[in-house]
């Protein structure tokens, strides 16, 4: 809706309209909308001279599917009907074109279609309700054509343009017509679909698919690497098999070799519901696989993989799976249409479902090993920050995609800076590698300014909040055209745009993010090799008498392994007693945290916004206040958790165990170098380089200090607790505390949106509450990952060292029961094996220069 032209001249024609004082912030883009519905209503049931009752019945019907049954927008349209036909407004040209000035081209077509549905209300379009039409058409500036469209869709008769129907569908496009309301996204969905039928052009093309060449050789080059693993899996089991080497290396090449074969690129595409996700979904997999509807559909988590067959897998939330047939996936994918109309967001956080896995042999993308993730719409959602933190876990790439009719709201904005902050783990001050924005619908701008003011706004919004970093990064797009244009085989602007945009997708994602994946992976099997050829050296000096082992000696090695053993568990005791000690300052801290928290929620609440009127759509505000509370609410967590609970109480304690862990390594390594230098090896020297390997960035472990940060998980966790997802319990008890506190509600709306914030504060609060018995258990959680992953890391390095010198000792005790013929057996055998691995190390080292 064209704001400019909402001036005085609106604002006095409504309030005479109405009989009440209005300003221009009663005027609402619903508000406008419904009275120049009401007022051309009445001009064509009247410009006949004869109001039938099926007239009046369609008056009431088409009124009625946009009015609550009860409350304030009821009694203003009831104003509007009264004082539109006693003022005859209808019948002023100057003031009809004053009323319709403000409304887009889109919402001026749909206000015809229900003109033309009235007119052919009673079986017969009377001429002069006809011309009624045309008149107002001509003075809105309506292309004729675009007329003969819509008289044809509601009399059955004459034959349209096939251009001019193609426009009118693109018109009432339901994404056009977000900023009114979602009931009126419905009604352009069915007024389109009793336009007439575009015949289907007979196909000359086969669809069109894309290559992903940099995709498919980087595949080729994971499965290179991994039959690379797989060859020297089998060499280095055979040395172990013949006791040339220790047990744990085949464990260590095997553990490589799965996260080759698992290796996938995971794509999160996130956005509000109607932005397109599933429109863009199908263009990339090549397919129309995901349900499309202009109201809110996606109902849960879907992963779009590559099977080889077609197969959809419910994941449930108590951990069960089930396969279901392919044609009921649609029906799985989506939340009812029933639920989507009345914004019952609390289907999905009331289903047992938690993600939808679908595989399918056939999607171009997906079988260039991408998986694709699908979010719902994330403004329906009180709980995003736990949505987000389980689509943007281990998250390759993520596509956030907006509106060019409606670019960038503040619930938008925030939105997306928090899915940046995510990605980032809570650095609010750093832009995220890896997010990309695609601007979808930019074939509904039909003007060049148009399309430069939106780059221009959206451009600007990047720099001055610093979200992006890299190239490539921001993409303009019509993924309803481009797809059309896959699926009928042609190519157009939009489909050389989409391309544009897959291309940055797939070389961030084979360069920035996969040529680093295979040279860790290429890194971590030189490695391997290099201790495996310093253990077949080993082996040879076993076996030649220039390692040799007293009993001394051996008792000596048995006694070390043994204190290795004890300082694992020293080490474990002492992780034991920090987690403890890190419970009990979290729990005194977050207790003081928790004593201000009220406070500071009250004065953010002063800041609350929404772009809708308490008065036409009480529900849809109230809504908006929840969101900003949980939103508040997850940033307060999420601040304590990580300037408290990460930054000073984790990081504090993790030091303690770092530097624990430092002295008893040091130690070990210490005492097995006393036995080299006896027994003339150098084990400690690897061991060194074990040692070296833990990481020493804690904020990295688990997945839970990186992507959200701890202060993000921690949020995520306890409000998936609070049930803040009940959406309508907290809505109606919000409605039933204000009904009818205010009247007609248009003369206080900041009194009334202040009752509103204080009620949705209490019951915020209450469900957050509740959750008080789940902290402890979240708090568990967290910390114990923590000091597991550190833990873990230390343990592999002692169980590592001490498999050296258990193998050191079978060798020996081997080697003293072979004849020398044996001996040599194993002399050569171990050659072949040292000579298999040298030719293994020029191909690991080919692929890294």
Not at 673 to 681: A, F
């Amino acid at each position: 809706m064209n704001k400019a032209q909402v001036g005085t001249e609106t604002v006095d024609l409504l309030s005479r309209i109405t009989g009440q004082k209005l300003t221009e912030r009663h005027l609402t883009p619903p508000v406008i909308f419904l009275a120049a519905l009401v007022t051309l209503l009445l001009g064509v049931i009247y410009v006949d001279g004869v109001v039938t009752a099926q007239e009046k019945q369609r008056l009431q019907a088409t009124l009625n599917r946009f009015v609550p049954t009860e409350g304030n927008v009821r009694q203003l349209i009831q104003l509007m009907l009264k004082g539109a036909g006693q003022l005859q407004i209808y019948k002023k040209s100057s003031e009809l074109v004053i009323l319709m000035a403000p409304l887009t081209a889109p919402q001026r077509l749909l206000l015809l279609g229900f003109g033309y549905q009235m007119s052919a209300a009673d079986g017969d379009m009377d001429a002069r309700e006809k011309k009624y039409l045309q008149v107002i058409a001509n003075n809105l500036k309506v292309d004729p054509r675009y007329l003969a469209v819509l008289e044809a869709s509601f009399s059955h008769q004459g034959v349209v343009e096939p251009n001019a129907l193609e426009e009118v569908q693109s018109l009432l496009d339901p994404a056009r017509f977000q900023e009114l309301d979602t009931i009126f996204l419905e009604a352009a969905s069915e007024l389109l679909a009793v336009l007439p039928t575009k015949p289907e052009p007979k196909a000359t093309q086969q669809k069109r698919s894309f290559s992903y060449e940099q995709l498919k050789e980087f595949q080729k080059s994971r499965e290179q690497i991994d039959n690379l693993c797989h060859q020297f899996y089998q060499i280095i089991k055979d040395c172990v098999d013949n006791e040339f080497l220790p047990y744990t290396l085949p464990d260590e090449i095997g553990k490589i070799s799965h996260k080759l074969q698992s290796q996938r690129f995971r794509v999160a595409v996130i956005g509000e519901f109607s932005q397109g996700k599933s429109t863009l979904l199908n263009a990339l997999l090549g397919e129309e696989i995901q349900p499309v509807r202009a109201i809110p559909c996606s109902g849960t988590v879907t992963v779009l993989r590559y099977g080889a067959q077609k197969r959809v897998i419910c994941c449930y939330k108590d951990g069960r799976k089930e396969d279901i047939p392919f044609d009921q996936y649609k029906i799985k994918a989506a939340i009812s249409k029933e639920a989507a109309l009345e914004h019952r967001s609390e289907e999905l956080s009331n289903s047992n479902l938690d993600e939808i896995i679908f595989e399918h042999p056939d999607l171009d993308l997906c079988k260039s090993g991408v998986e694709i993730i699908d979010s719902p719409g994330l403004n329906e959602h009180p709980e995003r920050t736990a949505i987000t933190q389980k689509l943007l876990k281990d998250t390759d790439a993520a596509i956030f995609l907006t509106n060019a009719m409606r670019l960038l709201p503040e619930k938008e904005k925030e939105l997306l800076q928090d899915v940046r902050n995510q990605l980032n783990g809570g650095k609010e001050d750093e832009p995220a590698e890896n997010l990309f924005i695609v601007v979808n619908f930019m074939d509904s701008l039909d003007d060049e300014q148009d399309r430069l003011d939106v780059r221009q706004r959206l451009e600007s919004f990047v720099r001055d909040k610093n979200l992006l970093a890299g190239k490539n990064r921001i993409h303009y797009i019509s993924a309803k055209a481009a797809l059309k244009a896959i699926l009928e085989g042609k190519q157009n602007e939009y489909l050389k745009d989409f391309q544009a945009f897959t291309n940055s997708i797939e070389q961030f994602l084979t360069v920035e993010r996969g040529s680093l994946q295979i040279k860790k992976f290429v890194s971590k099997i030189k490695d391997l090799i290099d201790s495996g050829l310093d253990g077949l050296t080993q082996a040879v000096e076993v076996v030649d008498g220039k390692i040799k082992i007293s009993e001394s000696q051996k008792h000596e090695i048995l006694e070390k392994i043994g204190a290795a053993s004890g300082r694992d568990v020293k080490i474990r005791l002492l992780a034991d007693q920090l987690i403890e000690k890190v419970l009990e300052e979290a729990a005194e801290s977050w207790n003081e945290w928790y004593e201000g928290l009220g406070d500071r929620m009250i004065e953010r609440a002063e800041r609350w916004h929404s772009e809708h009127n308490p008065a036409w759509s009480q529900d849809k505000l109230i809504k908006d206040y929840i969101n900003q509370f949980s939103r508040d609410l997850s940033r307060e967590i999420d601040n304590w958790g990580n300037q408290q609970l990460r930054d000073v109480i984790l990081k504090h304690n993790i030091k303690v165990l770092d530097e624990n862990i430092e002295l008893e390594l040091e130690e070990i390594q210490s005492e097995f170098r006393n036995i080299d230098h006896q027994v003339n090896t150098h084990f400690s020297d690897r061991l060194k380089l074990s040692i070296n390997s833990i990481s020493d960035d804690f904020m990295g472990a688990g997945g839970l200090m990186g992507g959200l940060g701890v202060g993000g998980a921690l949020a995520a966790g306890l409000l998936a607790f609070t049930g803040l997802g009940l959406v309508a319990v907290i809505v109606a008890s919000v409605a039933a505390a204000i009904a009818g506190s205010l009247g007609l509600g248009l003369l206080d709306f900041d009194g009334l949106k202040n009752q509103i914030k204080a009620k949705v504060l209490e019951l915020g609060f209450q469900k957050f509450d509740e959750s008080m018995d789940k902290v402890s258990e979240k708090f568990d959680e967290i910390v114990n990952e923590v000091f597991e992953t550190k833990i873990e890391s230390t343990t592999k390095v002692i169980e590592q060292a001490i498999s050296l010198y258990e193998n050191l000792l079978e060798q020996q005790e081997k080697n003293h029961q072979e004849t020398v013929e044996q001996r040599g057996t194993e002399k050569a055998l171990i050659a072949e094996k040292r000579q298999e691995m040298l030719q293994m190390q020029k191909r690991i080292e080919a692929i890294l220069a």
